[in-house]
């Protein structure tokens, strides 16, 4: 598989895990688990989202 593809499947994978958190959460009672869920999936796809504008500048190989 090639390297330039795999942040676009992170990216994917971590939309979908928030959309999942969305859908299924009891809003009347939010656990601290959804917390961590939405926060680190958000934070892994701005990091996949500066990993992309990072390599297409030609600062990663």
């Known amino acids: 598989m090639s390297k330039k593809?795999?942040?676009?499947?992170v990216i994917?994978?971590?939309l979908l895990l928030i959309l999942m958190h969305l859908l299924t959460a009891n809003y009347n009672d939010l656990s601290i688990g959804f917390y961590v869920g939405i926060i680190s999936?958000?934070?892994?796809t701005v990091a996949m989202i500066f990993n992309?504008?990072?390599?297409?500048r030609?600062?990663?190989?």
């Open 5 to 9: 593809i795999i942040p676009f499947i």
């Open 12 to 14: 994917f994978f971590c």
């Open 52 to 56: 992309i504008r990072a390599r297409n």
């Open 41 to 44: 999936a958000a934070a892994v």
């Open 58 to 61: 030609g600062e990663i190989e």
